[in-house]
């Protein structure tokens, strides 16, 4: 790793859990009026990683040029402080993909430079992430309290049994190379506190109603009956069905029935999707290892929606289907079942 001359760059996985009952993390994540808060609130926890400030919590503001980020500390008199990549990176630690896997929200951190994960690594180790976490989560969510279980994994090293051996927690995450860019939803979620600042830039209230509901929200599922780009109907057992998009009830379905072939099921797909090419499968089995076969299902065909957008028909799941032999599953999705319990 040492004499490498190629950057150095590695990813984790930040796992976020409220110990409070009325406190679900991926339910107020997926809320349009709670989203900015929470995204808000991430960003600012790692920007607390950039100060000396001994309470963690900090104010984001907008740089001289409105392209990128400062900082200064909300309650004491700490210096001002840079983030230096104006890109949406906070001191070399950058969000690429927030996922929703109740009761855990889960964060694909991507470290840009040995010494700012060693940095992050210390703060984890330490508790300051967790409480700057708690302490911004509480401000922008106006609620008393937040009280956080963490966990920081890389792949299928679970990076909280090895923190006192700081360099193998790094060669850990180096291996773990991220496999994508930052996600459409933290860029725009990114443009949209941009956007924030620059019209609250004279104003120093941060209270929780400064997180705005965002125009228009990304939504994880495209809508029915849109215009596809492909076949309007296809044949399947001698019938004739419409090509309608991968709907959240197939979603679920999906993911109860389908069990250990999940990933066959992947690889079929992944003849015609990018997003699911190798190693994602593999990486998304370790991954959720710990949560499951119906969250490794989950988030495969979540993944594959995300990615192909209108292009994620039922059409495509159903010719995965058939080819791994799960013709049950095939009918039960449209509705075969139903019909021959009705007759």
Known sequence: MAGSSAPWIGSAYLFLQSTCKTITLPALYESSQKKPCVFKALKLALAALCSDCPR?????????????????????????????????????????????????????????????????????????????????????????????QVELKAGSEHLDKMLKDEDHCLECIYREKPDRLPD???????????????????????????????????QPYPPQGSSLPTQLTFIFQGQQFDNRTITPDDHQKFAKSVSKKWKQVARSLQKSCRALRDPVVDNLALEYDREGLYEQAYQMLLRFIQSEGKKATIARLIAALEENGLVSLAEELLGLHASEDCS
């Open 56 to 148: 963690g919590s900090v104010r984001l503001v907008m740089d001289g040029h409105g392209s990128g980020w400062a900082g200064s500390c909300l309650d004491c008199d700490c210096a001002p402080f840079s983030l230096p990549d104006s890109t949406g990176s906070v001191n070399g630690v950058d969000m690429l993909k927030v996922h929703c896997s109740h009761p855990h929200l889960i964060v694909q951190l991507k470290f840009c430079k040995q010494e700012n994960c060693r940095q992050f690594l210390r703060s984890y180790r330490e508790g300051a992430l967790q409480k700057s976490l708690q302490s911004h989560l509480q401000l922008f969510l106006a609620t008393t309290t937040v009280p956080l």
């Open 184 to 218: 459409e939803e933290i860029t725009e979620l990114e443009e949209h506190l941009k956007s924030l600042m620059l019209h609250q830039s004279t104003n120093n209230n941060v209270a929780g109603k400064d997180c705005s509901p965002l125009k228009s929200p990304p």
